[in-house]
């Protein structure tokens, strides 16, 4: 079945803790990403990727790290977690970079709270 | 640059009647223009997409959305609501760049509820 994973689904931490948030694509996609979901701020773009080793920052990116080493995996990686960083984030993926045209198919989400 | 505004935070009706949510963007050059669809607790889904084709488009679940560039809308109608179409609705603009990198920008969501 074609689908976008992630790992976890839900995740409790405290502040400072580094932690990694694991998304894998099994439809041979080029063109990954990251978002938060807020209330009322609808999803903004925290990292993108293009292809393998190519990453660029989107809307939100500070406080972020995120690697593309293989075509299907992109983690996201929370060095030193603040409060603020509370949120539900999702992966996505779509076929290729293109002008903007591809759909985007979304992993199931990550809630993670930051205490 | 790219904006899209929903135009209701909220729409709600009763299951038969019709449905209409709103969209109006901003983009300085020809947009694609998405609506995507999350249940509660799951992920995003692709309702529709506008890519410089048809104007009128037709997507799952009986929805549509018909893009009008005098008017920078791309409002979401579907003929009689069911039950199972209670959901949040994103509208999202996309413009390529010469790099091939793009960034979506997303509405901030238009939450429907559907009575009995």
């Known amino acids: 079945e074609a689908q976008v994973t992630q790992n976890p689904r839900y995740l409790i931490t405290v502040t400072g803790k580094k932690l990694t948030v694991t998304c894998s694509q099994n439809?041979?996609?080029?063109?990954m990403s990251w978002y938060r979901q807020d209330p009322g701020l609808g999803l903004r773009q925290i990292y993108y990727s293009m292809n393998v080793e190519v990453t660029d920052k989107g809307d939100v990116p500070e406080g972020y790290k995120v690697s593309r080493k293989e075509k299907r995996n992109f983690p996201l990686i929370l060095e030193s977690p603040s409060p603020n960083q509370t949120s539900l984030y999702f992966c996505a993926s779509s076929l290729s970079v293109g002008q903007g045209t591809d759909t985007q198919y979304f992993g199931p989400g990550t809630r993670l709270t930051v205490l | 640059a790219q904006s899209v505004t929903q135009l209701d935070s909220h729409v709600s009706v009763s299951e038969g009647t019709p449905v209409l949510l709103r969209c109006n963007y901003s983009s300085s050059y020809s947009p694609s223009l998405f609506w995507y669809v999350q249940h509660p607790n799951k992920g995003l889904q692709l309702l529709l997409k506008?890519?410089?084709?048809?104007?009128l488009v037709k997507g799952i679940n009986g929805f549509e959305a018909e893009f009008k560039k005098s008017e920078t809308s791309f409002h979401l109608t579907k003929p009689s609501a069911h039950m199972s179409d209670a959901a949040e609705y994103f509208c999202v603009v996309t413009v390529g760049s010469s790099g091939g990198s793009y960034i979506p920008t997303f509405g901030r969501g238009t939450s429907l509820i559907v009575h009995p």
């Open positions: 439809m041979n996609h080029e063109y």
């Open positions: 506008y890519t410089s084709a048809a104007t």
